[in-house]
């Protein structure tokens, strides 16, 4: 019982703190795509006036319950729009999520393109997740729970569960040093 509290009260502290030391990169890396709701995501254009070229737009995110970040990063996709039309052609993206989406640079009197504002982009496949897939609930549970609107998205735009199969991770926290963050450490960063 004691331990438990102790526990809990040692993961409130942890969780009200800001993010983990900017140099280290797979923290913060993981620390950024946990705490944003959303994130932007390129695609390759399908519209014809901007065939091929980058395209970008809004995607609420989640990596798991608030609790739980596996730095897997979920989505609700919808074919019906441009976005989901690009992934349908062609599923490489491109996700940025950046703590000026938080109060946390403005806070620290930090400019959204300061290098110490920190950022995590994300590069992958972007794939559905089949219903009878084993992580088809968590990917779920993970995204309604934090985007509780999802539930009444509607169904005549046939929104699927997918998740980022991630080729590249790149974090940047300080002055001078965008890093690349081999996936060993991000999907198991160092203390
Ligand atoms: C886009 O371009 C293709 C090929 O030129 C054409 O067939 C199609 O109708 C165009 N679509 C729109 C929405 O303009
Ligand atoms: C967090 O989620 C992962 C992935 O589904 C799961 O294996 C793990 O048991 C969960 N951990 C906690 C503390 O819930
Ligand atoms: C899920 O269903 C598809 C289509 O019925 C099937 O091909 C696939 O093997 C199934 N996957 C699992 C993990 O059961």
Do not use: A, L
């Given at each position: 019982m004691l331990i438990f509290v102790a526990l809990s009260f040692l993961f409130v502290i942890t969780s009200s703190q800001g993010p983990p030391d900017p140099s280290n990169d797979a923290a913060v890396a993981r620390y950024?795509?946990?705490?944003?709701?959303w994130a932007s995501m390129a695609t390759i254009s399908t519209l014809n006036a901007t065939l091929n070229y980058p395209f970008v737009s809004v995607k609420s995110m989640a990596d798991g319950p608030s609790s739980n970040g596996t730095g897997v990063p979920y989505f609700y996709i919808t074919p019906r729009e441009v976005s989901g039309q690009d992934i349908q052609r062609d599923n490489r993206v491109t996700i940025m999520a950046t703590l000026a989406q938080s109060d946390y640079c403005a806070q620290q009197s930090l400019d959204p393109q300061s290098p110490r504002c920190p950022r995590a982009i994300i590069s992958g496949r972007l794939v559905e997740i089949p219903q009878n897939a084993s992580d088809y609930q968590f990917a779920r549970d993970s995204l309604f729970s934090r985007h509780p609107g999802m539930d009444s998205w509607p169904a005549a735009l046939r929104f699927y569960v997918a998740k980022l199969n991630i080729e590249q991770v790149l974090v940047w926290a300080q002055v001078?040093?965008?890093?690349n963050v081999p996936l060993s450490d991000y999907f198991n960063p160092p203390a």
């Open positions: 950024v795509i946990h705490n944003s709701d001078g040093r965008m890093r």
